[in-house]
């Protein structure tokens, strides 16, 4: 068997236990780093000719560049695989179907608010309206470093993020559940910058500065830092109102 096909099987390997893991908690789970050790072996060896591989959740593909060479890099445009979409029958009615993902993923792209609940350090639950944008296959939200929400998320990262309509007979409602994950790196802060910035007809105008966003006129900087985090969800239910009423799971 060629070095070729041995890397193939390697790496599809790992994408495919990457896969199997989300649905049954005993798969044993490849972590991105193991998928990377495998394609910098494969570096080393300058094979050429591969098929570009998406390894599932981590975002992260296998790809030829102009060289002959491979190397693993995260892409540009963040390949987010479709998750497993169920509709449970309990809690809709007889002639519903499953609210897609596509319909859902639209309602996160263009959703003006997001509440998002955080829980404080004596467990009892906070939530609050925040200005949020989804990006590069995950949710993600700013606040204050001496905001309420800032200081529960540095005992517990778990958070749910939730939009929608507020009519009960029109639009669907979607609930986010994941681990906030604060983002420091300056490149993607920029990037998530210029997201943000549309927002509201432009009022949301941040400068990046030392791994934090920083509010900004036209006459000044506003001195409090503010951080970002990402929301990776593992799990997102989408709520279909009207006639008929459905539940749907996205299950990442």
Known sequence: MSLQMLFRIYVVSACWLSSVSRFDPLAPRVAPERVWHYAAGARRGKMSKIEEVFCGWTGYAIHERTTGSLSLSHRKEFVMIEPITTMDKRYSDPEATATGWE??????????LFWLATVRADGRPHVTPVVGVWYDGALHFS??????????????RHVILTTGCNHWNEGVDVVVEGDAVRITDQDRL????????????????YLVRDGCFYHYDDHDVLPDAIF???????RVYAYAKGDPFSHTRHQF
């Open 228 to 234: 970002v985090f990402s929301v990776t969800p593992t």
């Open 190 to 205: 920029e990037r998530l910058a210029q997201a943000w910035a549309p927002k509201w007809d432009g009022r949301w105008r």
């Open 103 to 112: 319909e859902t993923h639209r309602v996160l792209e263009t959703a003006e």
């Open 143 to 156: 606040t204050a470093d001496t905001e309420q929400k800032a200081r529960n998320l540095h005992g517990n």
